[in-house]
């Protein structure tokens, strides 16, 4: 994924599947990019999304945790760290999808400038909603559908890191602060 844009995801997709090699599960082994700050963690956010839906992965892997330089997800130097806005993005897709499956987003829940990717946990049948607001704008969502399910809100933004800010009641939607990643966990009551 490395410097692809979604054109070629498809392609590459398409192309995948008419060789026949469609049942051969993809798996995304190294990335990382010169990008700091939270256009960093939009970047890995979009790159997520995109490596999720479009190449369908089975797994995905960012290319080093800790190190000496602004491409790691911590950033160690003498006694002090740093941790990259990329860690809290990456963190809402790798706390929770784990084992579980993508599902379908119906088209009621988006805008133009919000990438959404659900997955179903059928262990605990849980599904988490992730979705990046690729805006510099708040975006309003419609969690229609959800009202008869707790749905609870975490989110990566300028301000927050993978906070975890309790139950949202889905018939009023929710407000995506601008360029953020919100996961939602939404579960029978």
Same mark, same amino acid.
């Given at each position: 994924?490395?410097?692809?844009?979604? %054109?070629?995801?498809?392609?590459?997709?398409?192309?995948?599947? #008419?060789?026949?090699? /469609?049942?051969?599960?993809?798996?995304?082994?190294?990335?990382?990019?010169?990008?700091?700050?939270?256009?960093?963690?939009?970047?890995?956010?979009?790159?997520?999304?995109?490596?999720? !839906?479009?190449?369908?992965?089975?797994?995905?892997?960012?290319?080093?945790?800790?190190?000496?330089?602004?491409?790691?997800?911590? !950033?160690?130097?003498?006694?002090?760290?740093?941790?990259?806005?990329?860690?809290?993005?990456?963190?809402?897709?790798?706390?929770?999808?784990?084992?579980?499956?993508?599902? #379908?987003?119906?088209? /009621?829940?988006?805008?133009?400038?919000?990438?959404?990717?659900?997955?179903?946990? #059928?262990?605990?049948?849980?599904?988490?909603?992730?979705?990046?607001?690729?805006?510099?704008?708040? %975006? %309003?969502?419609?969690?229609?559908?959800?009202?008869?399910?707790?749905?609870?809100?975490? #989110?990566?933004?300028?301000?927050?890191?993978?906070?975890?800010?309790?139950?949202?009641?889905?018939?009023?939607?929710?407000?995506?602060?601008?360029?953020?990643?919100? !996961?939602?966990?939404?579960?029978?009551?």
């Amino acid at each position: 994924s490395y410097s692809s844009s979604l %054109q070629d995801k498809i392609a590459f997709k398409n192309l995948w599947n #008419e060789k026949g090699f /469609g049942d051969i599960p993809l798996h995304q082994s190294e990335w990382c990019s010169e990008k700091v700050g939270i256009d960093g963690a939009m970047e890995l956010a979009r790159v997520l999304h995109e490596d999720f !839906t479009v190449l369908e992965c089975e797994s995905w892997e960012f290319w080093v945790g800790m190190m000496v330089d602004q491409y790691s997800l911590i !950033t160690v130097s003498q006694n002090n760290y740093s941790v990259s806005p990329r860690l809290w993005a990456l963190g809402n897709y790798s706390k929770f999808i784990v084992g579980s499956t993508r599902v #379908e987003v119906s088209g /009621g829940l988006l805008s133009d400038e919000l990438l959404a990717s659900a997955y179903l946990n #059928e262990e605990n049948g849980e599904i988490y909603l992730v979705v990046v607001n690729t805006s510099e704008t708040e %975006q %309003q969502m419609n969690l229609e559908g959800y009202d008869d399910k707790l749905v609870k809100a975490w #989110e990566t933004s300028q301000s927050r890191n993978l906070e975890c800010l309790g139950f949202v009641d889905p018939s009023f939607g929710y407000k995506l602060p601008p360029m953020s990643v919100t !996961t939602f966990v939404i579960s029978d009551k």
